[in-house]
């Protein structure tokens, strides 16, 4: 495997589980690839644990961790790749910014919340990671993590401060997201934690009509866990006091409408 942008689909790959470590990376993706040579020796050094010599050369101001290499890689998205924790948490000790976006258009946060390591994902919160940022797409942290079926990581990122009412550009809440991915478990659980189940988005759909419309156009086959569900969903509305069938997103427009025009 090449540099260059390859690296954008291979950290992809690595991070959500569908490539190893060693069957990626081998002699071919190297930090020279990216990084000029002062920089490759400070990783170097945060990689054999010399964080004395590390912090040296950040304060002799030679080199800077919160930097773009080639391609727009940071030298944390790097070391985050090598699947080495501990030389990310040293990295973020001496000041990596778990925030700062790299070229593939993701925050750490955002980049590894759908991937399958957990523990990665814990550091960076633990050092101030945001678990609200979204990516490029405007899409929240807690959308990946939802996307990908990653419980423990859906779990984490709520536990550190994720808000699941935190929408997309087109105002879809994670509840909103989970349903439309027939993922009605999740959306059980975010409703237990107290999602707001009255969010509409900008077509003016919320989760009850969501519900309403499956169930009520067969749209779940009535053998699968799902559709199990999403039963169980929708009986949580109704103890909340939803009543079926709720307003369709087309009345809902129309009132907007006429409200507007008031």
Request: aromatic share 8%; charged share 25%.
């Amino acid at each position: 495997m090449s540099g260059g942008r390859d690296w954008l689909k291979a950290a992809t790959l690595l991070l959500s589980g569908l490539l190893t470590a060693c069957n990626l990376w081998g002699s071919n993706m190297k930090a020279t690839e990216f990084f000029k040579p002062e920089q490759v020796k400070l990783l170097e050094a945060i990689q054999k644990g010399n964080e004395t010599r590390a912090r040296q050369m950040l304060e002799d101001g030679d080199v800077a961790l919160n930097t773009r290499g080639k391609d727009d890689i940071t030298p944390l998205f790097w070391l985050m790749m090598q699947k080495n924790h501990q030389a990310v948490e040293r990295a973020l000790r001496l000041g990596a910014d778990p925030n700062q976006m790299a070229g593939n258009g993701h925050s750490p946060v955002t980049f590894i919340a759908g991937g399958n390591d957990t523990d990665m994902l814990r550091l960076l919160l633990e050092h101030d990671g945001d678990p609200n940022s979204k990516d490029a797409d405007g899409e929240p942290a807690l959308f990946s993590a939802i996307g990908h079926d990653r419980w423990e990581n859906i779990k984490l990122l709520l536990k550190y401060g994720a808000k699941p009412d935190l929408t997309d550009n087109s105002n879809n809440t994670s509840l909103q997201y989970a349903a439309y991915l027939n993922k009605y478990e999740i959306v059980h659980y975010l409703i237990q934690q107290g999602s707001d189940y009255r969010e509409r988005n900008d077509a003016g759909s919320n989760i009850s009509w969501v519900i309403h419309d499956r169930l009520s156009n067969d749209l779940i086959n009535p053998e699968s866990s799902a559709y199990e569900w999403a039963q169980k969903v929708k009986k949580q509305l109704q103890e909340r006091g939803v009543e079926f069938p709720p307003p369709s997103p087309e009345e809902i427009r129309e009132q907007r409408g006429k409200n507007q025009g008031k």
